[in-house]
Nanobody, 123 residues
Framework: QVQLVESGGGWVQAGGSLRLSCAASGRSVSAYAMGWFRQAPGQEREFVAAIVRSGGSTNLADSAKGRFTISRDNYKNMVYLQMNNLQSDDTAVYYC????????????????WGQGTQVTVSS
């Protein structure tokens, strides 16, 4: 079992950047494919980015391509989401999630979730 805690959210003006961090404890994060999801008020949770256990391959939602980067440091038990050129549509609670096996774009496929961190982008 793994516990996940997100940090790094906050308020930023459109065009700005934020780096989200996900700290894992318990079982090593290297055992899991990791994903970032987000949920805006009144909307379903949606896929943002995922990374395989080794960090050697990533997948990004179309809305994130060219702006966001997912990375991981298995030695530090950390996963990151670098977000650049943020826009008002990126405003949401961002969640880190862990999945045994290969990554998935479906929230239901993930086994463990953090509590989320709020990102607010002001236009």
């Amino acid at each position: 079992q793994v516990q996940l805690v997100e940090s790094g959210g906050g308020w930023v003006q459109a065009g700005g950047s934020l780096r989200l961090s996900c700290a894992a404890s318990g079982r090593s994060v290297s055992a899991y494919a990791m994903g970032w999801f987000r949920q805006a008020p009144g909307q379903e949770r949606e896929f943002v980015a995922a990374i395989v256990r080794s960090g050697g391959s990533t997948n990004l939602a179309d809305s994130a391509k060219g702006r966001f980067t997912i990375s991981r440091d298995n030695y530090k038990n950390m996963v990151y989401l670098q977000m650049n050129n943020l826009q008002s549509d990126d405003t949401a609670v961002y969640y880190c999630a862990a999945r045994l096996g290969h990554w998935s774009t479906s929230p239901g496929a993930y086994d463990y979730w953090g509590q989320g961190t709020q990102v607010t982008v002001s236009s």
